[in-house]
């Protein structure tokens, strides 16, 4: 949220600078993230100043332009060479000087410079309107008339404005300071300050003429309702003024009607809506909801299907405005609009979110609305609006305030202990400067005792409900930097934390990758609706779907991260970048059933590429399965343990892959990614992916390691070849040398792979090494004999292999 330094003056007497205020604010819970300096004209026309044409003469070298020499104030004439066709002896003008940087309406910025401009020297320039910045005529220079003496600056001529604004952090709570005045109540109370508001005491109604009729047949979404006509006004653009506060803040001008409700919005925090009195069908105003399904044109030229829970602004025929949030296309202020129906009103919040929610529509006035606006302020608001408009856009208020208003929301009551106020700050405050704090902050006091107090809240408070929310009204304002922490001061936990902590497990993961050369990225959890539906292992139907989505490639939440981390590899390899080792942490979303919605932390990792650079010791290779195979491995190991399976499988995503599981639970699938899924993405070369199941795997990683000594007795290696059918899997060699009978059998591993026509085409051949050793005694060879011999016959019987010896 923009506040303006000089807009909020109108409200306090402030001589304090910004960064002051600012550090205040932000310690007193309104947290003030920056402060940047506004001008009404980029670089406010540093360095140009007026001056006067002494002389103008044709140049010699050019028809269309003219050696002009200029007085600028520094006793001395500047020769300045100049094309404008209106130049002329006797004129003042402005005139940017040597060094001046200038921004043009619609130009990249530049800098004057003495030069010399066919063959004559120029030092500086004459300006036009758009040159400066201050429009986009460039019909001729500026001729100026004025008695300012030369060298005059020109944003002093031109009374440009000039402004410092805070950027303020609000949080959701704070809607009481989601406006200039809310904030200056604040800055009321720590600089004790008297608030000054605007004058109304010119208020008046000028005549009685066609005014609306207001109805309000729902009541709990609009407790109070207030609205006024204004007759006879033009719609043109407002002053500089007033469109200089509103471009302060980011704000665009529009008109002076829509740019006043704009600019009491900020000033007040009451939101305000003008519709065309002469649209007003029966000249009736009507607060209702409309049945489910009815079809509203919104001012964005949107068709909406509204429910039934949509409050909405109606007349005599249709709806004309969805209350709180959005108005119509119909029934909005234009430039031939010459009578208003002015609306003041505080909706239900509840209300305002929901309907908010639904139609994906976020605006100043909803924003503040479903928040909590102060039911007090309508009318105070609308006069304010009312005398601006007649003031600036003319016409005559016609109507007397129509406030409906049945059930008025009344201030409540919290009652405050001093012992409570006490023991949650940690220090005794005097109990003068605890009333006085809430006397500043608009609390009034009631029923005080020794004990404590009542304390009345006024309804714009909606963050103030409870004891402990006064206390901290007390302690912000009084200043969390005035508690002195003691010297005995100690902390303590209010909660047991997890064995298993994921941030420090992410961490340890990332550290683990990071140490094997994989570069971390974070992409949107956004991706578009085509993968799943191109994709045969996800299901459209599971789409997680944005309701309010940014565009059509943000549409859906992602079902897993290979869509998102597919985008960053192709961005890579069009960049020239096509080695690549990345891993992602992330969430993934799904749909099961209606409103049934699934989140899961999961872990991705991505090769493809070479395995490293190449040169002239480590040759060029391409990665492999087996490169993804062990990035998957070591985060097992690691974290879980080694007795695991490898499971192969394909679906629509890998071509082929594995599953490594342990106990029959998956936490790991990874493999070769299929061509079709990486052509989603334009991309031609091998991609290999890894998926691995974090939050299961945060479930189970181990807590504790064990240690134990290195064995004193050696261990003993022993090669086979086994001819072996293609089907057969070398997990399930590995399944057999797990078995009791060949408990000295500590490792196996496959040293080469052979398939041809000499054992044939449906068979393969593994050589492996055995590692054997028995931890308590030296192996002899009748016993490695006897293992070996039990091994052969147990591949022979249960695999049909065939030992090669």
Known sequence: MKISLSWLKDFLDLHENAEEIGN?????????????????????????????????????????????????????????????????????????????????????????K??????????????????????????????????????????????????????????????????????ARDLKALYKKELSMPALSAFKTDKIDRPVEVTVENTEACPRYSGLTIRGLSVKDSPSWLQNRLKAIGLSPINNVVDITNYVLHELGQPLHAFDADKIKGNKVIVKTLPQNTIFTSLDEKERKLSAQDLMICDAEEGMCIAGVFGGIHSGVSESTTSIFLESAYFSADYIRRTSMLHGL???????????????????????????????????ICSEISDIYPKPIADHRIQAKYKNIDRLIGKKIERNQILEILQWLDIKIEKQSEEGFSAVVPPYRVDITREADLIEEILRIYGYDNIELSDRLASDYLANFPEKDAHKSRLRFSELLAANGFYEIYTNSLTREGFSEKIGSFSPEADVKILNKLSEELGVMRQSLVFTGLDVVAYNINRKQKDLKLFEFGRVYSMKGKGVYREKDMLAIWLTGLTEP??????????????????????????????????????????????????????????????????????????????????????????????????????????????????????????????????????????????????????????????????DKTLTDKTIDKTMHQLMQTFERELGATIRK
């Open 24 to 112: 205040l604010l932000t310690r007193s819970g309104l947290e003030v993230e920056g402060i940047e300096e506004y001008e009404q004209v980029k670089g406010n026309l540093q360095g140009v100043v007026i001056g006067h044409v002494v002389d103008c003469q044709p140049h010699p070298n050019a028809d269309k332009l003219s050696i002009t020499r200029v007085d600028i104030g520094d006793g001395e004439l500047k020769p300045i060479v100049c094309g404008a066709p209106n130049v002329a002896q006797g004129q003042k003008v402005l005139v940017a000087t040597t060094g001046t940087t200038l921004y043009p309406a619609n130009n990249e910025p530049f800098t004057i």
């Open 114 to 183: 003495k030069a010399k401009i066919r063959g004559e020297v120029s030092e500086g320039m004459i300006c036009a309107e758009d040159e400066l910045g201050l429009g986009e005529s460039h019909d001729g220079i500026l001729v100026l008339d004025t008695d300012l003496p030369i060298g005059t600056p020109a944003s002093d001529y031109l009374k440009l404005s000039t402004d410092l604004i805070l950027e303020i952090g609000l949080t959701p709570n704070r809607a009481d300071a989601a406006s200039h005045m809310g904030v």
């Open 362 to 396: 976020k605006t100043d006035a909803s924003f503040r609305f479903e928040r909590g606006t102060d039911p007090n302020m309508t009318v105070f608001a609308l006069k304010r609006a009312a005398l601006l408009i007649v003031e600036i856009a003319g016409g005559e």
């Open 614 to 775: 190449s040169n002239w010791i480590n040759p060029e290779r391409k990665t492999q399965f087996h490169d993804i195979y062990t990035a998957a491995f070591k985060i097992v190991d690691k974290f879980v343990g080694d007795d695991y399976e490898s499971v192969p499988f394909q679906d629509g995503v890998f071509q082929y892959g594995l599953e490594i599981r342990i106990n029959g639970k998956t936490y790991v699938r990874l493999g070769r990614l299929r061509k079709e899924v990486c052509r989603l993405a334009e991309i031609e070369q091998e991609v290999f992916y890894a998926e691995v199941d974090f939050q299961a795997l945060l479930e189970d990683i181990r807590k504790t390691f064990t240690f134990k000594e290195i064995s004193r007795f050696p261990e003993v290696y022993r090669d086979l070849s086994l001819v072996i059918e293609k089907s057969v899997t070398f997990e399930q060699i590995k399944d057999i040398t797990r078995k009791k009978e060949f408990r000295l059998l500590q490792k196996v591993n496959v040293f080469d792979y052979y398939e041809g026509e000499n054992i044939g085409y449906d068979k393969k051949a593994y050589a492996l090494t055995f590692t054997l050793q028995d931890e």
